[in-house]
């Protein structure tokens, strides 16, 4: 287990103070570059699970680093705002339960119902819920997350309508004023990297390639254009196409 300091609590909750979900993966860096530019105190969440790209947690780290040296294209200081970083531990709980390819070695393809073996039942769920109850003793109202559901493997719990029940579930469960900030929801992938150059230029864009990691199998031998990974496995099938899309809308 992951040993925890104690966490103290701020006095209040407040506008612009925002805690992002970040997984060291494409989406959760450019929602992180998003908090940066607009809040005075963003903080970071991550999670350990039982999950196969575990190598995503090694690459949060990094990618933290040189976002604290970093300013937005409004000249927004993002290393004054980027405040600290909480990793909890749920061992294999997840696994046990959800039994998926995320969390196995089994195959990812199309399961029963219509939807991948790689999903996580309740995965986000649970993440918000922790997250939720970490931003109530930090006094941090915004919760930010990357979850999409234009450009996304079909995970249920990625939908906007899942979102926004879970918004009145954390804030009627715990008297609370929650936000949740979902930047990409209605983006393609190709719309997120735009996004990603228009927040930090072209630093951030080389930071995402080259840092952040998305590949389900973890794989961070082979090196692409767009960045690490087996270049076959969903994950990396839409963060490819979005690349290439938005480098052909961008030389048009």
């Known amino acids: 287990m992951i040993e925890t300091k104690p966490i103290p609590c701020l006095a209040l909750p407040r506008h612009d103070h925002a805690l992002v979900l970040f997984s060291g993966g494409q989406d959760s860096t450019t929602c992180l570059a998003w908090a940066l530019e607009r809040f005075a105190h963003v903080e970071t969440i991550g999670f350990t699970y039982g999950q196969r790209h575990s190598v995503e947690m090694e690459c949060r780290g990094r990618v933290r680093q040189v976002l604290a ?32 390819a ?39 109202r915004r919760i930010v997350g990357g979850m999409c559901e234009t450009d996304y493997s079909g995970y249920p719990d990625c939908r906007d309508d899942t979102i926004k029940a879970m918004q009145l579930a954390l804030n009627t469960g715990m008297e609370a004023h929650f ?70 809308a961008s030389s048009a």
């Open 179 to 248: 936000v949740l900030e979902t930047p990409l929801m209605w983006l393609t992938k190709a719309e997120t990297w735009a996004l990603a150059d228009s927040l930090g230029g072209p630093a951030l864009v080389a930071l995402i390639e080259e840092e952040t990691h998305t590949c389900y199998l973890g794989d961070r031998s082979q090196r692409h254009p767009w960045g690490y990974g087996c270049g076959e496995c969903p994950a990396c099938a839409l963060r490819a196409e979005g690349w290439r899309e938005w480098q052909t």
């Open 69 to 100: 040296h970093m300013s937005g294209r409004s000249g927004a200081d993002w290393g004054s705002r980027l405040g600290e970083d909480h990793v909890l531990d749920l061992g294999n709980a997840l696994h046990h339960v959800g039994q998926s």
């Open 102 to 140: 995320l969390t196995g070695r089994s195959p990812i393809e199309i399961g029963q119902g219509g939807l991948p073996t790689s999903f996580v039942p309740g995965r986000n769920l649970i993440f918000l819920t922790y997250a939720a109850a970490l931003g109530w003793r930090r006094g941090l």
